[in-house]
């Protein structure tokens, strides 16, 4: 099994940037595909963005494309969200996830097998 432990949240300002990791422990990391989701007060958890098995390959929600960027370090066994230009709609906790997807399966959260506890991001206006 994997254990993802997340950290990096915190608070900024509109415009700011923030970059949220997530350990992982067990199995070996790069065998499984990650994937970023965020959950806002009183609203559903959604997809933010993905990796594939192999990380080359990477999607994003709409709503973060060409301000989030996600990447793994396979050595170090964790995977990143670097989030610039944040905006108070980006006000969520984030969950990093790991499991075995590829393409558009991997925008669904049920698609994974584990998931961090959740780290909060508040921006603020």
């Known amino acids: 099994q994997v254990q993802l432990v997340e950290s990096g949240g915190g608070l900024v300002q509109a415009g700011g940037s923030l970059r949220l990791s997530c350990a992982a422990s067990?199995?070996?990391?790069?065998?499984?595909?990650m994937g970023w989701f965020r959950q806002a007060p009183g609203k559903e958890r959604v997809f933010v963005a993905t990796n594939t098995w192999s990380g080359d390959s990477t999607y994003y929600a709409d709503s973060v494309k060409g301000r989030f960027t996600i990447s793994r370090d396979n050595a170090k066994n964790t995977l990143y969200l670097q989030m610039n230009s944040l905006k108070p709609e980006d006000t969520a906790v984030y969950y990093c996830?790991?499991?075995?997807?590829?393409?558009?399966?991997?925008?669904?959260?049920?698609?994974?097998?584990?998931w961090g506890q959740g780290a909060q991001v508040t921006v603020s206006s």
């Open positions: 996830a790991a499991g075995r997807c590829s393409g558009a399966r991997c925008y669904i959260g049920s698609s994974y097998d584990y």
């Open positions: 067990g199995r070996p990391f790069l065998n499984y595909a």
